[in-house]
Each structure stands twice: as C-alpha cells, then as structure tokens.
C-alpha cells in the first residue's frame, strides 16, 4: 500500500497569505495525484487531478506540481473560503490511498 | 445532475450486520467504476472498496477483506455495500463516490455506528 505523508498538519496563514502544502508517496506514484478539499459537514471537493490540473469550476488561485513521490499544492492568495481540510489522493494502483490531511486555518 | 443518495446506516452493535445503498441519477451508472470511501468521526478518508463498471473486477481494503461485500445493480442504478462482523473501528460516514481514478462526485454520506 502506497503511504502518503501531508505536511505540515496545521497551517496558520492570514487571508491574502500564499499557501503551500506537500505530500509526499512512499513509492513513485508517477503523476497520479489528486488534491481535494473539504469543509466541515461536507463531503471533499476534487481540486487538482494528474498533479497539476484544475478540475472543472475549480479557481485559478488553486495550482499543483509535482510528479513521482513529492507534490504541493498552492494557493496563490487566501481567500476567506480557502480555509479548510485539504487531502492528497494517489491512484497509481489500488488501493488508493489518501494523505491524513492538512488544516487550513486562519491566523 | 449527478446525484448519489446513500441510505442504510444507523446504530449497531458489534459483530452486527448493515447494508449500504446509493441510488444513482444523472449519469450513465453502468459505465462508471463505483466505490464506497468512509470517514471516521473527526479523522481523515478512507477507500473502502471497488467495483468495476462491468462488475468483472472488486477491490477492498485490507481492514475490511473478508467482512464487506460490494455489490451494484445495473438494472436498478444501484450501488450497495453489506457490512458483516462490524467493528467499532468501523464506525465512520460511509460515502458513496463515483470514480475515474479520482472522485468527481460524492454522496452525502449516511453515518454507520457500532457499539457494544
């Protein structure tokens, strides 16, 4: 089973603020890897797929890169509705597995 | 529209049974892969299982092999999910995704409890 790691856990940032968050595959996951965002009471929202490409509606401040085991994902500058849980998902070979999680939250 | 509307959680007690439905709409259910993915209470997700869109291939995760069963029903645009011998490490929102690799839709999820 691949294992990927989220960093950091938590983030603090302010509205306006630039964000980054890592994830990191115990194996090469190639570019199969997705991003996703949850708020609470509701279920998680595909934000990145393939590494670096936006799903359908999904805002240009969201961006991702990376390929084999380490990826990010940046959000150029913080809006209000930013804050949340983001979740890296790899589906280079089953079972898919996803990250534990980063925190979004306001400083 | 997608729409995925999962129904059959609820209170159990452990070593207990429940079934999961999701009733599909707004797509063609039978070409698309189907899976159940859950979420413990305050905790991060997990993929619970998979059936292909031809139901020739299933896929579960080690932590329930042997104890769910994944199921669908072309015919009716039905996914289900029966949960035998539960656990209390099974308690969790159990979410109803459509999938092509990565998940483009959920359900709302139905909340599976197991106590003793």
């Known amino acids: 089973e691949i294992v990927l790691t989220q960093s950091p856990a938590t983030l603090s940032l302010s509205p306006g603020e630039r964000a980054t968050l890592s994830c990191r595959a115990s194996?090469?996951?190639?570019?199969?890897l997705g991003w996703y965002q949850q708020k609470p009471g509701q279920a998680p929202r595909l934000l990145i797929y393939d590494a670096s490409n936006r799903a359908t509606g999904i805002s240009a401040r969201f961006s991702g890169s990376g390929s084999g085991t380490d990826f990010s994902l940046t959000i150029s500058s913080l809006e209000p509705e930013d804050f949340a849980v983001y979740y890296c998902?790899?589906?280079?070979?089953?079972?898919?597995?996803f990250g534990q999680g980063t925190k979004l939250e306001i400083k | 529209e997608v729409q995925l509307v999962e129904s059959g959680g609820g209170l159990v007690q452990t070593g207990g049974s429940l079934r999961l439905s999701c009733a599909a709409s707004?797509?063609?259910?039978?070409?698309?892969?189907m899976n159940w993915v859950r979420q413990a209470p305050g905790k991060g997700l997990e993929w619970v299982s998979f059936?292909?869109?031809?139901?020739?291939?299933?896929q579960y995760a080690d932590s329930v092999k042997g104890r769910f069963t994944i199921s669908r029903d072309n015919a009716k645009n039905s996914l289900y999910l029966q949960m035998n011998s539960l656990r209390a490490e099974d308690t969790a929102v159990y979410y109803c995704?459509?999938?092509?690799?990565?998940?483009?839709?959920w359900g709302q999820g139905t909340l599976v409890t197991v106590s003793s």
């Open positions: 995704v459509r999938e092509t690799g990565y998940i483009d839709h």
């Open positions: 194996q090469s996951v190639s570019s199969y």
């Open positions: 998902q790899q589906r280079y070979n089953w079972p898919y597995t």
């Open positions: 059936i292909s869109s031809g139901i020739g291939t299933v």
């Open positions: 707004g797509f063609t259910f039978s070409t698309y892969g």
